[in-house]
């Protein structure tokens, strides 16, 4: 069983960045990948990056590579989302989540753990 919590969200002007943070509980927590995802309003939930068990491994979407950078620290039981050249199209409620997997995906429905999520907000 893992536990996820997400902080560092927040309002940001255009073009500022945030730096989200997710803290795990669970002994085993370097054996999961771990990925960030986002919702806005009427929208669907989507992939924006996911780190391996090791975090040697990672992927993004299109959307965010360029923009945002994850990271972990396994030490800590912490995976971490640097954003920068936020955008207002930014704007949702950004989940983490991890899967019981080593590697990361960006099938949602991979993903066995959920956070309650962090409301990052960019202002025009």
């Known amino acids: 069983q893992v536990q996820l919590v997400e902080s560092g969200g927040g309002l940001v002007q255009a073009g500022g960045s945030l730096r989200l943070s997710c803290a795990a509980s669970?002994?085993?927590?370097?054996?999961?990948?771990t990925g960030w995802f986002r919702q806005a309003p009427g929208k669907e939930r989507e992939f924006l990056a996911g780190?391996?068990?090791?975090?040697?491994?990672?992927l993004y979407a299109n959307s965010v590579k360029g923009r945002f950078t994850i990271s972990r620290d396994n030490a800590k039981n912490a995976v971490n989302l640097q954003m920068n050249s936020l955008k207002p199209e930014d704007t949702a409620v950004y989940y983490c989540?991890?899967?019981?997997?080593?590697?990361?995906?960006?099938?949602?429905?991979?993903?066995?753990?959920w956070g309650q999520g962090t409301q990052v907000t960019v202002s025009s």
């Open positions: 989540a991890a899967d019981r997997n080593f590697i990361p995906t960006s099938r949602r429905s991979a993903y066995d753990y």
């Open positions: 669970g002994r085993t927590f370097s054996s999961y990948a």
């Open positions: 780190i391996g068990g090791s975090g040697g491994a990672s």
